[in-house]
């Protein structure tokens, strides 16, 4: 049993490491390859993500000299030596979360890998969260000033991905289903891993082969910008209802296998585990403070949550991300407590634009943060939680995981 703070921290590092080595990209592809029949001769690779050079490595091993050639667009930092490496692989490293000219530039070598390959080759398109940043191309006319503009704006807003994802749609030239227009006839093996709710493959990356199922109001206040955009943007495809002969498409990680490889460990370390039904969603405040009242006011136990909150950023924000501001929401609850420990962290290994994952909080965080002269309340109005968070010595870094499942929220209470 736990009997104190440090080993709960400890035992909840370790179920996070657990959690993302479950839907690891290289492992679920390569898996879900092998139970799969694969075409006879060459295959080409699309890999789009920020789990994309793993997933790579997945579809390597399995393919071995069956690949034809592979084009890897990722986060920097993101490319492992295996695939920079490989003779058949183009990789480019593109921007997170905000575009830039690189996610431009990766819409065009796109473009010409795509309309390089054979007419009949297959191809294999490996889709994680982060492809709506990395890789972009825009009506006529419109260029990185105009995608920067609208990506600042839509992040500033407290919206959920799929609010966001909905803009970015309507003004784009491939998102929405359109670049699986431009491929009618090619023959598409598709694995994604799902980083938004309800695992919907038309939300994921924004869509890229998959027209969306449902439409969201767009925001009524769009800069002017963004409604050019949107207005000089080619029509949506119409939504198939899955009925595309030439399209075979799985989801091979998501936050629910996460979630279930955190309680099967923890159940068999003989701890009671509450898993929450529903996804965490809403602002990251709001469920810092629900987060932090649940662990108070429960039982003994593991409480686990997956979801991806919000966050609504100043002008000139600060250090950390979601997970960070709802960690030290949640530390400001728990002031005091000698038998709670909570960790909020992203999957993918970051949390907002810096290289964090989240953090890890105790009753002692507040006081270890004000020990060296920040305020907890300060940080969090100035959307600086991450710079608390590094003074309490609280933060989560992990590097590059491999995967992009949302984010995992694990609240530990033990008697003491």
Known sequence: MISDVTEARDLLRALFQQAVDAVAGYAAVAGALRREQLPAGPVAVLAIGKAADSMCQGALE????????????TKQGHVSAICRKHPQLQCLESAHPIPDQRSLEAGREMRLFLGDLPPRMPLLVLLSGGASSLVEELPA??????LVEMNRWLLSRDLPIDRINAVR???????GGRLRERMRDR??????????????????????????SSSHALPADMPASVQAMRDAAPPLPKVSGGNDPDMQWQIVASNHLACEAVERVARARGLTVYRAVDLKQGNALEAGLQLADELKQGAPGLYLHGGETTVRLPAKPGRGGRAQE??????????GSDDCVLLAAGTDGTDGPGDDAGAIVDG?????????????T?????????????????????GPTGTNVMDLYMGLKFNV
Do not use: N
Request: charged content about 20%; glycine content about 12%; overall charge negative.
């Open 62 to 73: 399995v393919l071995g000299e069956q690949l034809y050639r592979g084009l890897l667009i």
């Open 187 to 212: 023959r598409l093996l598709v694995h994604l891993i799902s980083d938004v709710p309800d695992d919907d493959p038309a939300v994921i990356g924004s869509g890229l082969l998959f027209a969306a």
């Open 169 to 175: 749609i309507a003004v784009s030239c491939i998102k």
């Open 378 to 398: 300060a940080c969090l109005e100035a959307a600086d939680s991450g710079r608390f968070l590094a003074a309490s010595g609280d933060l989560i870094q992990t």
């Open 364 to 376: 002692g965080t507040c006081e270890r943060g004000r020990q060296r002269g920040l305020d907890p």
């Open 141 to 146: 006319g419109f260029g990185v000033d105009a």
């Open 326 to 335: 709802l960690a030290l929401r949640a530390a400001i609850a728990l002031a």
